[in-house]
């Protein structure tokens, strides 16, 4: 049951705060891996009784967002998601150097998502749900896509998210839930360990397992095969098209974190259609 009386409002309601929540996730994917960094070298710094390297303070909320070649302050007016950056015609106010087409790309992604979100679950806890789950995926695929890390901070919250949202069944029940997310850590945990005693190197990283871990925790285990399946497929098209046209070396890893979360946007949306469809097959 819809909050709004009017469906249009509810999923122009989502649209216009996806778009708010996609800057602030720009915010989060550049940030988080640098306060992440700070945060190891401190500690080195103190366990080898070291004192603390002087740097700027770093928060998600401070310092004010400023272009990282002028180091120009961003103004309300140039933060307004997608409209800013058109207007600016993609440079920097202050000295015409290029925005990355990213931070377009990440608002537009995030307030799309959030309602198409709406219009299909409406807004109940499901529909919440699946918001917090859209902006989670979508700050984790990038993250992971520059720097290969899959913070704790995201997606543990998102593991316990859902198993704490499925106690009221939101999308699976809580036995599932809670199998799922023992699945999914357990399926990719042995993956890795058959790969590293059969090579002697690792193929993937934690954040791997957690983040299929909370997948299943959102969506039960009978999802699982769904997401492992379309993951791996969607990875083997993008890499394969990686070392072809880009000639990106095979030796060079190649993130899975963004693959598992475009899979995990299709478990939320239409896995159970696709389920039922793959098991109708046997």
Same mark, same amino acid.
């Given at each position: ?13 989502a649209l216009l705060l996806g778009l ?90 995030? =307030? $799309? *998502? ?8 409406? !807004?109940?806890? %499901?529909?919440? #749900? @699946? ?30 998210? =859902? $198993? *704490? ?8 029940? !809580?036995?599932? %839930?809670?199998? #799922? @997310? ?101």
């Open positions: 049951m819809s909050l709004l009386p009017d469906p249009l409002i509810s999923i122009g309601a708010l929540v996609g800057s602030f996730l720009n915010v989060v994917i550049h940030r988080l891996p640098k306060i992440m960094e700070r945060g190891w070298l401190a500690e080195c710094a103190q366990l080898r009784g070291e004192p603390l390297p002087e740097t700027e303070k770093l928060t998600l909320a401070s310092p004010r967002s400023r272009c990282p070649h002028c180091a120009h302050a961003i103004s309300a007016l140039e933060n307004i998601p997608v409209l800013s950056y058109l207007f600016l015609k993609g440079r920097c106010r202050a000295c015409k150097a290029p925005i990355g087409l990213r931070y377009p790309l990440v608002e537009a992604l995030s =307030g $799309l *998502l959030s309602g198409y979100a709406v219009w299909r679950f409406g !807004i109940n806890w %499901a529909g919440l #749900g @699946a918001l917090f789950f859209i902006w989670s995926m979508i700050a984790l695929a990038f993250i992971d896509f520059d720097t290969q890390l899959l913070p704790d901070g995201l997606t543990l919250p998102l593991l316990w998210g =859902g $198993l *704490l949202l499925n106690l009221n069944g939101a999308f699976t029940d !809580i036995g599932s %839930a809670v199998i #799922g @997310a023992a699945a999914g850590y357990l399926s990719l945990w042995s993956v890795y360990w058959a790969f590293k005693l059969a090579t002697g190197k690792e193929g993937m990283g934690y954040g791997d397992f957690k983040l299929l871990a909370a997948i299943g925790a959102w969506f039960g285990w009978q999802m699982l095969p769904l997401t492992i399946l379309a993951s791996s497929a969607v990875g083997a098209v993008i890499g394969i098209a990686l070392i072809v046209f880009a000639r990106h070396g095979r030796n060079v890893p190649i993130p899975f974190g963004p693959y598992l979360a475009a899979a995990g946007m299709i478990a939320l949306f239409w896995g159970k259609p696709l389920t039922e469809r793959y098991l109708g097959l046997f």
